[in-house]
Protein backbone atom coordinates (compact mmCIF):
# COMPACT_ATOMS: atom_id res chain seq x y z
CA UNK A 1 0.00 0.00 0.00
CA UNK A 2 1.19 3.52 -1.10
CA UNK A 3 2.23 5.40 1.86
CA UNK A 4 -0.51 8.34 0.28
CA UNK A 5 -3.26 5.75 0.44
CA UNK A 6 -2.02 4.76 4.66
CA UNK A 7 -2.15 8.52 5.26
CA UNK A 8 -5.86 8.78 3.55
CA UNK A 9 -6.77 5.57 5.83
CA UNK A 10 -5.34 6.78 8.84
CA UNK A 11 -6.91 9.85 8.94
CA UNK A 12 -10.42 8.92 7.60
CA UNK A 13 -9.71 6.39 11.25
CA UNK A 14 -9.89 9.21 13.41
CA UNK A 15 -11.88 11.88 11.87
CA UNK A 16 -14.76 9.85 10.58
CA UNK A 17 -15.59 8.88 14.01
CA UNK A 18 -15.40 12.29 15.04
CA UNK A 19 -17.60 13.76 12.06
CA UNK A 20 -20.34 11.17 13.08
CA UNK A 21 -19.99 12.31 16.48
CA UNK A 22 -20.03 15.98 15.95
CA UNK A 23 -23.16 15.52 13.79
CA UNK A 24 -24.99 13.15 17.13
CA UNK A 25 -23.62 16.45 19.10
CA UNK A 26 -25.30 19.08 16.91
CA UNK A 27 -28.81 16.86 16.85
CA UNK A 28 -27.85 16.66 20.90
CA UNK A 29 -27.11 20.33 20.89
CA UNK A 30 -30.07 21.05 18.93
CA UNK A 31 -32.88 19.40 20.54
CA UNK A 32 -31.46 20.47 24.09
CA UNK A 33 -32.13 24.05 22.97
CA UNK A 34 -35.27 23.24 22.01
CA UNK A 35 -35.95 21.81 25.17
CA UNK A 36 -34.68 25.40 27.04
CA UNK A 37 -36.77 27.39 24.94
CA UNK A 38 -40.21 25.63 25.84
CA UNK A 39 -38.83 25.33 29.55
CA UNK A 40 -38.00 28.94 29.74
CA UNK A 41 -41.28 29.90 27.79
CA UNK A 42 -43.23 27.64 30.10
CA UNK A 43 -41.67 29.11 32.87
CA UNK A 44 -42.05 32.82 31.31
CA UNK A 45 -46.41 31.82 31.31
CA UNK A 46 -46.24 30.11 35.19
CA UNK A 47 -45.52 33.16 35.79
CA UNK A 48 -47.90 35.22 34.08
CA UNK A 49 -50.52 32.67 35.08
CA UNK A 50 -49.67 32.86 38.17
CA UNK A 51 -49.34 36.97 38.58
CA UNK A 52 -52.50 37.22 36.52
CA UNK A 53 -54.67 34.84 38.78
CA UNK A 54 -53.29 36.55 42.33
CA UNK A 55 -54.46 39.74 40.58
CA UNK A 56 -58.09 38.33 39.51
CA UNK A 57 -57.92 36.69 43.20
CA UNK A 58 -56.90 38.82 45.45
CA UNK A 59 -55.66 42.48 44.57
CA UNK A 60 -58.20 43.51 42.83
CA UNK A 61 -61.04 42.43 45.35
CA UNK A 62 -58.83 43.82 48.12
CA UNK A 63 -59.48 47.05 46.51
CA UNK A 64 -62.84 46.90 45.19
CA UNK A 65 -63.82 45.89 49.17
CA UNK A 66 -61.05 48.67 50.52
CA UNK A 67 -62.97 50.89 48.37
CA UNK A 68 -66.26 50.13 49.85
CA UNK A 69 -65.16 50.69 53.37
CA UNK A 70 -64.07 54.21 52.37
CA UNK A 71 -66.90 55.03 50.51
CA UNK A 72 -69.18 53.87 53.71
CA UNK A 73 -66.84 55.56 56.35
CA UNK A 74 -64.52 57.80 55.26
CA UNK A 75 -61.84 58.26 57.80
CA UNK A 76 -58.06 58.68 57.38
CA UNK A 77 -57.77 54.93 58.60
CA UNK A 78 -59.92 53.60 55.62
CA UNK A 79 -57.92 56.62 53.41
CA UNK A 80 -55.24 54.76 54.29
CA UNK A 81 -56.14 51.13 53.67
CA UNK A 82 -57.85 52.13 49.91
CA UNK A 83 -54.68 53.74 49.21
CA UNK A 84 -51.98 50.34 50.52
CA UNK A 85 -54.54 48.78 47.85
CA UNK A 86 -53.88 50.81 45.38
CA UNK A 87 -50.43 50.73 45.96
CA UNK A 88 -50.19 46.90 45.77
CA UNK A 89 -52.41 46.81 42.64
CA UNK A 90 -50.55 49.01 40.73
CA UNK A 91 -47.08 46.78 41.87
CA UNK A 92 -48.72 43.56 40.63
CA UNK A 93 -50.18 45.36 37.51
CA UNK A 94 -46.32 46.28 36.84
CA UNK A 95 -44.91 42.81 37.61
CA UNK A 96 -47.57 41.28 35.71
CA UNK A 97 -46.83 43.04 32.32
CA UNK A 98 -43.20 42.94 33.08
CA UNK A 99 -43.68 39.28 32.77
CA UNK A 100 -45.42 38.87 28.83
CA UNK A 101 -43.54 37.84 26.53
CA UNK A 102 -42.69 40.10 23.87
CA UNK A 103 -45.94 41.85 22.34
CA UNK A 104 -44.70 40.43 18.48
CA UNK A 105 -44.61 36.96 19.91
CA UNK A 106 -48.22 36.86 21.21
CA UNK A 107 -51.07 35.73 18.91
CA UNK A 108 -54.02 37.96 18.33
CA UNK A 109 -56.41 36.69 20.58
CA UNK A 110 -53.90 37.06 23.59
CA UNK A 111 -53.01 40.60 22.22
CA UNK A 112 -56.74 41.54 21.63
CA UNK A 113 -57.53 40.23 25.68
CA UNK A 114 -54.78 42.82 26.97
CA UNK A 115 -55.55 45.26 24.73
CA UNK A 116 -59.17 45.38 27.04
CA UNK A 117 -57.43 44.81 29.73
CA UNK A 118 -55.49 47.86 29.71
CA UNK A 119 -58.96 49.61 28.97
CA UNK A 120 -60.30 48.30 32.07
CA UNK A 121 -57.27 49.30 34.09
CA UNK A 122 -57.41 52.67 32.76
CA UNK A 123 -61.11 52.88 34.04
CA UNK A 124 -60.06 51.87 37.61
CA UNK A 125 -57.70 54.67 36.86
CA UNK A 126 -60.85 57.19 36.30
CA UNK A 127 -62.67 55.68 38.73
CA UNK A 128 -60.84 56.42 41.38
CA UNK A 129 -59.73 59.88 40.88
CA UNK A 130 -63.58 60.08 40.66
CA UNK A 131 -63.43 58.45 44.36
CA UNK A 132 -61.12 60.95 45.54
CA UNK A 133 -62.95 64.15 44.51
CA UNK A 134 -66.23 62.63 45.85
CA UNK A 135 -68.14 62.05 43.12
CA UNK A 136 -68.90 58.18 44.11
CA UNK A 137 -70.77 59.33 47.04
CA UNK A 138 -73.53 56.80 48.10
CA UNK A 139 -73.02 54.64 45.53
CA UNK A 140 -69.24 52.10 44.50
CA UNK A 141 -67.72 51.86 41.21
CA UNK A 142 -67.72 47.83 41.94
CA UNK A 143 -68.83 47.51 38.51
CA UNK A 144 -65.61 49.09 37.06
CA UNK A 145 -63.79 46.70 39.32
CA UNK A 146 -65.88 43.94 38.37
CA UNK A 147 -64.77 44.19 34.44
CA UNK A 148 -61.15 44.29 35.25
CA UNK A 149 -61.48 41.11 37.22
CA UNK A 150 -63.27 39.68 34.26
CA UNK A 151 -60.55 40.84 32.15
CA UNK A 152 -58.12 39.65 34.06
CA UNK A 153 -59.58 36.03 33.69
CA UNK A 154 -60.02 36.43 29.83
CA UNK A 155 -56.08 37.37 30.00
CA UNK A 156 -55.29 34.07 31.96
CA UNK A 157 -57.71 31.86 30.14
CA UNK A 158 -56.46 32.98 26.70
CA UNK A 159 -53.03 32.07 28.28
CA UNK A 160 -53.40 28.23 29.12
CA UNK A 161 -53.82 26.90 25.20
CA UNK A 162 -49.62 28.63 25.01
CA UNK A 163 -48.55 25.77 27.57
CA UNK A 164 -46.62 22.98 26.43
CA UNK A 165 -45.66 21.28 29.44
CA UNK A 166 -49.04 18.96 30.68
CA UNK A 167 -48.49 19.70 34.28
CA UNK A 168 -48.58 23.43 34.36
CA UNK A 169 -51.47 23.08 31.43
CA UNK A 170 -53.15 21.15 34.33
CA UNK A 171 -52.34 23.49 37.33
CA UNK A 172 -53.83 26.40 34.78
CA UNK A 173 -56.91 24.96 34.16
CA UNK A 174 -57.55 24.45 37.59
CA UNK A 175 -56.48 27.61 38.92
CA UNK A 176 -58.77 28.91 36.14
CA UNK A 177 -61.75 26.53 37.27
CA UNK A 178 -61.43 27.88 40.84
CA UNK A 179 -61.67 31.71 39.35
CA UNK A 180 -64.81 31.37 37.64
CA UNK A 181 -66.54 29.42 40.03
CA UNK A 182 -65.03 32.20 42.73
CA UNK A 183 -66.57 34.87 40.75
CA UNK A 184 -69.84 33.26 39.76
CA UNK A 185 -70.41 32.75 43.52
CA UNK A 186 -69.25 35.99 44.45
CA UNK A 187 -71.55 37.49 41.35
CA UNK A 188 -74.41 35.09 43.25
CA UNK A 189 -73.83 36.15 46.52
CA UNK A 190 -74.09 39.85 45.87
CA UNK A 191 -77.36 39.81 43.68
CA UNK A 192 -78.87 37.45 46.07
CA UNK A 193 -78.20 39.68 49.23
CA UNK A 194 -78.83 42.85 47.42
CA UNK A 195 -82.55 41.52 46.57
CA UNK A 196 -83.28 39.48 50.25
CA UNK A 197 -82.48 42.90 51.99
CA UNK A 198 -85.37 45.16 49.80
CA UNK A 199 -88.89 44.50 50.11
CA UNK A 200 -90.99 42.29 48.52
CA UNK A 201 -92.21 44.38 46.02
CA UNK A 202 -88.46 44.24 44.61
CA UNK A 203 -87.89 43.05 41.09
CA UNK A 204 -85.46 40.11 41.06
CA UNK A 205 -82.35 40.73 38.72
CA UNK A 206 -82.24 36.97 37.29
CA UNK A 207 -80.11 38.06 33.99
CA UNK A 208 -77.30 38.73 36.68
CA UNK A 209 -77.75 35.66 38.82
CA UNK A 210 -78.32 33.54 35.55
CA UNK A 211 -74.86 35.24 34.54
CA UNK A 212 -73.49 34.12 38.43
CA UNK A 213 -74.58 30.59 37.44
CA UNK A 214 -73.34 30.56 33.95
CA UNK A 215 -70.24 31.27 35.33
CA UNK A 216 -69.73 28.81 38.29
CA UNK A 217 -71.00 26.22 35.32
CA UNK A 218 -68.02 27.00 33.52
CA UNK A 219 -65.52 26.84 36.26
CA UNK A 220 -67.13 23.25 37.99
CA UNK A 221 -66.32 22.39 34.30
CA UNK A 222 -63.08 23.10 34.18
CA UNK A 223 -62.29 21.42 37.80
CA UNK A 224 -63.89 18.30 36.62
CA UNK A 225 -61.46 16.89 34.28
CA UNK A 226 -58.92 17.45 37.24
CA UNK A 227 -60.97 15.79 40.05
CA UNK A 228 -58.33 13.74 41.35
CA UNK A 229 -55.74 16.94 42.03
CA UNK A 230 -55.66 17.66 45.72
CA UNK A 231 -56.87 21.30 45.32
CA UNK A 232 -59.87 20.23 43.30
CA UNK A 233 -60.77 17.36 46.01
CA UNK A 234 -60.64 19.98 48.62
CA UNK A 235 -63.07 22.07 47.21
CA UNK A 236 -65.41 19.37 45.53
CA UNK A 237 -65.10 17.86 49.80
CA UNK A 238 -66.58 21.29 50.84
CA UNK A 239 -68.55 21.87 48.77
CA UNK A 240 -70.17 18.61 49.46
CA UNK A 241 -70.82 19.86 53.13
CA UNK A 242 -74.58 19.66 54.29
CA UNK A 243 -74.16 24.00 54.81
CA UNK A 244 -73.25 24.01 52.01
CA UNK A 245 -75.56 21.76 49.95
CA UNK A 246 -78.24 23.37 51.79
CA UNK A 247 -77.00 27.02 50.57
CA UNK A 248 -77.24 25.60 47.15
CA UNK A 249 -80.94 24.43 47.60
CA UNK A 250 -81.66 28.23 48.46
CA UNK A 251 -79.78 29.80 46.16
CA UNK A 252 -82.25 27.52 43.17
CA UNK A 253 -85.25 28.69 45.22
CA UNK A 254 -84.20 32.09 44.83
CA UNK A 255 -83.24 31.86 41.23
CA UNK A 256 -87.05 30.08 40.87
CA UNK A 257 -88.49 33.44 42.25
CA UNK A 258 -89.38 32.41 45.73
CA UNK A 259 -88.00 34.79 48.77
CA UNK A 260 -86.79 32.93 51.83
CA UNK A 261 -87.00 33.76 55.26
CA UNK A 262 -85.17 36.13 57.07
CA UNK A 263 -83.32 33.41 59.30
CA UNK A 264 -82.65 31.47 56.38
CA UNK A 265 -81.78 33.90 54.36
CA UNK A 266 -79.16 34.90 56.92
CA UNK A 267 -77.72 31.30 57.54
CA UNK A 268 -77.55 31.45 53.25
CA UNK A 269 -75.73 34.78 52.89
CA UNK A 270 -72.88 33.10 56.01
CA UNK A 271 -72.45 30.00 53.86
CA UNK A 272 -71.96 32.29 51.01
CA UNK A 273 -69.29 34.12 52.70
CA UNK A 274 -67.65 31.62 54.51
CA UNK A 275 -67.81 29.20 50.68
CA UNK A 276 -66.06 32.46 48.99
CA UNK A 277 -63.56 33.00 51.58
CA UNK A 278 -62.75 29.50 51.30
CA UNK A 279 -62.60 29.52 47.25
CA UNK A 280 -60.17 32.80 47.73
CA UNK A 281 -58.18 31.00 49.86
CA UNK A 282 -57.77 28.21 47.25
CA UNK A 283 -57.45 30.64 44.40
CA UNK A 284 -54.24 31.70 46.18
CA UNK A 285 -52.80 28.49 46.96
CA UNK A 286 -53.95 27.38 43.29
CA UNK A 287 -51.96 31.04 42.07
CA UNK A 288 -48.96 29.77 44.34
CA UNK A 289 -48.15 26.58 43.24
CA UNK A 290 -48.21 27.43 39.78
CA UNK A 291 -45.76 30.03 40.47
CA UNK A 292 -43.98 27.40 42.72
CA UNK A 293 -44.15 25.55 39.12
CA UNK A 294 -42.56 28.34 37.34
CA UNK A 295 -39.69 28.34 39.63
CA UNK A 296 -39.16 24.57 39.03
CA UNK A 297 -39.34 25.01 35.42
CA UNK A 298 -36.49 27.89 36.22
CA UNK A 299 -34.20 25.68 37.71
CA UNK A 300 -34.91 23.02 34.55
CA UNK A 301 -33.90 25.51 32.05
CA UNK A 302 -30.69 26.86 33.68
CA UNK A 303 -29.61 22.95 33.83
CA UNK A 304 -30.79 22.36 30.36
CA UNK A 305 -28.50 25.70 29.53
CA UNK A 306 -25.67 24.16 31.60
CA UNK A 307 -25.57 21.06 29.86
CA UNK A 308 -25.82 22.34 26.59
CA UNK A 309 -22.87 24.53 27.52
CA UNK A 310 -21.23 21.80 28.89
CA UNK A 311 -22.32 19.33 25.47
CA UNK A 312 -19.91 22.79 23.60
CA UNK A 313 -17.15 22.70 25.88
CA UNK A 314 -17.23 18.40 25.51
CA UNK A 315 -17.25 18.71 21.70
CA UNK A 316 -14.62 21.42 21.74
CA UNK A 317 -12.26 19.49 23.73
CA UNK A 318 -13.45 16.02 21.48
CA UNK A 319 -12.65 18.13 18.66
CA UNK A 320 -9.30 19.37 20.07
CA UNK A 321 -8.54 15.73 20.48
CA UNK A 322 -9.25 14.57 17.58
CA UNK A 323 -7.10 17.18 15.69
CA UNK A 324 -4.35 16.39 18.04
CA UNK A 325 -4.41 12.27 17.07
CA UNK A 326 -5.40 13.34 13.57
CA UNK A 327 -1.70 15.44 13.96
CA UNK A 328 0.01 12.71 15.66
CA UNK A 329 -0.85 10.29 13.21
CA UNK A 330 0.21 12.75 10.20
CA UNK A 331 3.49 13.31 12.13
CA UNK A 332 3.70 9.28 12.49
CA UNK A 333 2.98 9.08 8.50
CA UNK A 334 5.85 11.30 8.06
CA UNK A 335 7.97 9.60 9.91
CA UNK A 336 7.72 5.78 8.38
CA UNK A 337 8.25 8.23 5.20
CA UNK A 338 11.24 9.95 6.22
CA UNK A 339 12.53 6.29 7.73
CA UNK A 340 11.77 4.77 3.88
CA UNK A 341 14.25 7.69 2.63
CA UNK A 342 16.75 7.23 5.58
CA UNK A 343 16.68 3.85 4.44
CA UNK A 344 17.68 4.11 0.89
CA UNK A 345 20.11 7.14 2.36
CA UNK A 346 21.98 4.44 4.44
CA UNK A 347 21.77 1.72 1.73
CA UNK A 348 23.20 4.09 -0.91
CA UNK A 349 26.05 5.35 1.71
CA UNK A 350 26.53 1.60 2.50
CA UNK A 351 27.04 0.22 -0.73
CA UNK A 352 29.64 0.43 -2.98
CA UNK A 353 29.49 3.82 -5.26
CA UNK A 354 31.18 4.58 -8.30
CA UNK A 355 33.96 7.14 -7.41
CA UNK A 356 33.98 9.39 -10.15
CA UNK A 357 29.78 10.36 -9.60
CA UNK A 358 29.43 9.33 -6.57
CA UNK A 359 26.26 7.04 -7.70
CA UNK A 360 25.91 3.46 -7.07
CA UNK A 361 28.54 0.84 -8.90
CA UNK A 362 26.48 -2.18 -10.02
CA UNK A 363 27.69 -3.94 -7.11
CA UNK A 364 26.21 -1.73 -4.68
CA UNK A 365 23.19 -1.71 -6.83
CA UNK A 366 22.22 -5.20 -6.67
CA UNK A 367 22.67 -4.99 -2.39
CA UNK A 368 20.49 -1.30 -2.51
CA UNK A 369 17.63 -2.84 -5.41
CA UNK A 370 17.34 -6.03 -3.48
CA UNK A 371 16.68 -4.61 -0.24
CA UNK A 372 14.49 -1.78 -2.03
CA UNK A 373 11.97 -4.21 -3.32
CA UNK A 374 12.15 -6.33 -0.56
CA UNK A 375 10.51 -3.18 1.64
CA UNK A 376 8.14 -2.67 -0.84
CA UNK A 377 6.78 -5.43 -1.99
CA UNK A 378 3.75 -5.23 -0.05
CA UNK A 379 3.10 -1.44 -1.22
CA UNK A 380 4.67 -1.35 -4.68
CA UNK A 381 2.79 -2.64 -7.84
CA UNK A 382 5.09 -1.78 -10.40
CA UNK A 383 8.85 -1.74 -10.82
CA UNK A 384 10.46 0.54 -13.91
CA UNK A 385 13.53 0.53 -15.70
CA UNK A 386 14.98 4.09 -16.87
CA UNK A 387 18.42 3.37 -18.73
CA UNK A 388 20.13 6.29 -20.70
CA UNK A 389 23.45 7.10 -22.28
CA UNK A 390 25.42 10.37 -23.27
CA UNK A 391 24.78 11.26 -26.68
CA UNK A 392 28.45 11.95 -28.99
CA UNK A 393 30.38 11.41 -25.56
CA UNK A 394 33.37 10.06 -27.11
CA UNK A 395 33.43 13.23 -29.20
CA UNK A 396 34.25 15.03 -25.98
CA UNK A 397 36.57 13.08 -24.94
CA UNK A 398 38.74 13.25 -28.18
CA UNK A 399 37.87 17.04 -28.40
CA UNK A 400 38.60 18.19 -24.80
CA UNK A 401 40.05 15.42 -22.87
CA UNK A 402 38.89 12.81 -20.53
CA UNK A 403 39.20 15.11 -17.84
CA UNK A 404 36.28 17.14 -19.59
CA UNK A 405 34.52 13.72 -20.09
CA UNK A 406 34.95 13.29 -16.17
CA UNK A 407 33.59 16.41 -15.63
CA UNK A 408 30.37 16.08 -17.72
CA UNK A 409 30.01 12.79 -16.48
CA UNK A 410 30.06 13.99 -12.45
CA UNK A 411 27.99 17.07 -13.56
CA UNK A 412 25.61 14.87 -15.37
CA UNK A 413 25.39 12.40 -12.49
CA UNK A 414 24.40 15.75 -10.49
CA UNK A 415 21.76 16.60 -12.54
CA UNK A 416 20.36 13.25 -12.27
CA UNK A 417 20.27 12.88 -8.86
CA UNK A 418 18.47 16.12 -8.48
CA UNK A 419 15.68 14.93 -10.94
CA UNK A 420 15.18 11.67 -10.57
CA UNK A 421 12.84 11.13 -7.07
CA UNK A 422 14.30 10.34 -3.57
CA UNK A 423 13.63 7.23 -3.26
CA UNK A 424 14.63 6.17 -7.12
CA UNK A 425 18.10 4.22 -7.43
CA UNK A 426 20.91 5.45 -9.64
CA UNK A 427 23.91 3.53 -10.68
CA UNK A 428 26.49 4.23 -13.31
CA UNK A 429 25.80 1.38 -15.40
CA UNK A 430 28.95 1.78 -17.31
CA UNK A 431 30.90 4.57 -19.17
CA UNK A 432 28.91 6.90 -20.22
CA UNK A 433 25.77 4.89 -19.75
CA UNK A 434 23.27 4.98 -16.37
CA UNK A 435 20.48 2.78 -15.32
CA UNK A 436 17.95 3.83 -12.78
CA UNK A 437 15.63 1.50 -10.40
CA UNK A 438 12.39 3.19 -10.12
CA UNK A 439 9.93 1.52 -7.77
CA UNK A 440 6.25 2.05 -7.71
CA UNK A 441 6.34 3.81 -10.92
CA UNK A 442 4.84 2.41 -14.35
CA UNK A 443 6.22 2.53 -18.09
CA UNK A 444 4.25 6.29 -18.24
CA UNK A 445 4.99 7.63 -14.61
CA UNK A 446 8.95 6.43 -15.29
CA UNK A 447 9.03 7.94 -18.91
CA UNK A 448 7.38 11.48 -17.22
CA UNK A 449 10.47 11.15 -14.79
CA UNK A 450 13.22 10.31 -17.54
CA UNK A 451 11.81 13.18 -19.61
CA UNK A 452 12.38 15.88 -16.53
CA UNK A 453 15.70 14.22 -15.87
CA UNK A 454 16.50 14.83 -20.00
CA UNK A 455 15.70 18.35 -20.43
CA UNK A 456 17.47 19.08 -17.07
CA UNK A 457 20.79 17.53 -18.74
CA UNK A 458 19.61 19.43 -21.98
CA UNK A 459 19.32 22.72 -20.06
CA UNK A 460 22.74 22.35 -18.09
CA UNK A 461 25.89 24.04 -18.44
CA UNK A 462 28.91 22.30 -17.49
CA UNK A 463 32.14 24.37 -16.51
CA UNK A 464 35.26 23.20 -17.69
CA UNK A 465 38.63 23.60 -16.40
CA UNK A 466 39.63 25.82 -19.19
CA UNK A 467 36.68 28.10 -18.23
CA UNK A 468 34.76 26.79 -21.06
CA UNK A 469 31.01 26.18 -20.57
CA UNK A 470 29.75 22.62 -22.53
CA UNK A 471 26.08 21.39 -22.92
CA UNK A 472 25.01 17.48 -23.62
CA UNK A 473 22.53 15.82 -24.45
CA UNK A 474 20.94 12.31 -23.62
CA UNK A 475 19.08 9.51 -24.79
CA UNK A 476 16.75 7.70 -22.56
CA UNK A 477 14.96 3.86 -22.99
CA UNK A 478 12.28 3.04 -20.53
CA UNK A 479 10.46 -0.21 -19.40
CA UNK A 480 8.32 -1.42 -16.43
CA UNK A 481 6.51 -4.28 -15.46
CA UNK A 482 4.02 -5.78 -12.38
CA UNK A 483 5.88 -5.85 -9.20
CA UNK A 484 5.99 -9.89 -8.18
CA UNK A 485 7.57 -10.76 -5.15
CA UNK A 486 8.42 -14.19 -6.73
CA UNK A 487 10.34 -12.62 -9.69
CA UNK A 488 12.98 -10.95 -8.78
CA UNK A 489 14.89 -11.17 -12.10
CA UNK A 490 14.35 -8.33 -14.39
CA UNK A 491 17.18 -9.09 -16.97
CA UNK A 492 14.31 -9.12 -19.88
CA UNK A 493 13.15 -5.26 -18.42
CA UNK A 494 17.19 -4.28 -18.86
CA UNK A 495 17.15 -5.69 -22.28
CA UNK A 496 13.92 -4.10 -23.23
CA UNK A 497 15.17 -0.69 -21.47
CA UNK A 498 18.18 -1.17 -23.65
CA UNK A 499 15.99 -1.63 -26.69
CA UNK A 500 14.17 1.48 -25.97
CA UNK A 501 17.31 3.41 -25.52
CA UNK A 502 18.42 2.10 -29.28
CA UNK A 503 15.03 3.22 -30.47
CA UNK A 504 15.75 6.92 -28.87
CA UNK A 505 19.21 7.27 -30.61
CA UNK A 506 17.71 6.00 -33.59
CA UNK A 507 15.42 8.65 -33.87
CA UNK A 508 17.77 10.88 -33.95
CA UNK A 509 18.88 11.10 -29.96
CA UNK A 510 17.90 13.50 -26.92
CA UNK A 511 14.29 11.88 -26.29
CA UNK A 512 12.88 9.30 -24.15
CA UNK A 513 11.51 6.05 -25.73
CA UNK A 514 9.49 3.58 -23.26
CA UNK A 515 9.09 0.24 -24.22
CA UNK A 516 5.86 -1.92 -24.29
CA UNK A 517 4.99 -3.33 -20.72
CA UNK A 518 6.52 -6.62 -19.72
CA UNK A 519 4.04 -9.25 -18.97
CA UNK A 520 4.30 -11.70 -15.75
CA UNK A 521 6.11 -14.79 -16.72
CA UNK A 522 4.14 -18.29 -16.46
CA UNK A 523 4.44 -20.27 -13.33
CA UNK A 524 7.46 -22.67 -14.26
CA UNK A 525 8.96 -19.96 -16.42
CA UNK A 526 9.22 -17.86 -12.64
CA UNK A 527 10.66 -21.04 -10.83
CA UNK A 528 12.85 -21.18 -13.81
CA UNK A 529 13.51 -17.43 -13.10
CA UNK A 530 14.12 -17.63 -9.24
CA UNK A 531 16.39 -21.03 -8.99
CA UNK A 532 18.70 -19.23 -12.38
CA UNK A 533 21.61 -16.85 -11.97
CA UNK A 534 23.23 -14.19 -12.91
CA UNK A 535 25.06 -10.90 -12.63
CA UNK A 536 23.14 -7.50 -13.01
CA UNK A 537 20.18 -9.43 -14.16
CA UNK A 538 18.89 -10.79 -11.37
CA UNK A 539 18.57 -8.56 -8.01
Same mark, same amino acid.
Given at each position: ?????????????????????????????????????????????????????????????????????????????????????????????????????????? *? %??? /???????? #? !?? @? &???? =???????????????????????????????????????????????????????????????????????????????????????????????????????????????????? *? %??? /???????? #? !?? @? &???? =?????????????????????????????????????????????????????????????????????????????????????????????????????????????????????????????????????????????????????????????????????????????????????????????????????????????????????????????????????????????????????????????????????????????????????
Amino acid at each position: MKFETIKKVILAAILLPFVFMLIEGVFVLRTSILQYRDLEKDRQFADVLARGGSIAATEILSEIDATRRYLAHPSSGTAGDMQQSRLTLDRERRAFYASLPPHDTL *D %QGL /AGELSALS #L !AY @S &RIVA =ARSAVDQGRYSGSNPGSIYWYAALKQLAVVDALSPLISDPVLLEKSNQLMGILLTYYGERLITGIGTRYLDQDVSARFPIELFIQGKTMLGAGMDHMVFHSTAPIVRDIVAYLGRS *D %QVK /ANAITDAI #L !AG @S &RPSR =AMGDAWAAAQRERMAFLQQKMVEAASDIHETGEQFSTLSHIHLTQILALCAGLLILATLVMVLAARGLRLIDKLTRDREALVGELRNAAQTDLLTGLYNRRGFEVAASALLTQAEHGSHWISVVLFDLDHFKKINDIHGHDAGDAVLRHVAGVARQNFRSFDLLVRHGGEEFLALLPDSTPDEAAIVAERVRRAIEAAEIPLASGDLLKVTASFGCAGRANDAANRNFEDLVKRADLALYAAKASGRNCVVSGPVVPAPPQEERRKTVSGGGFDSRI
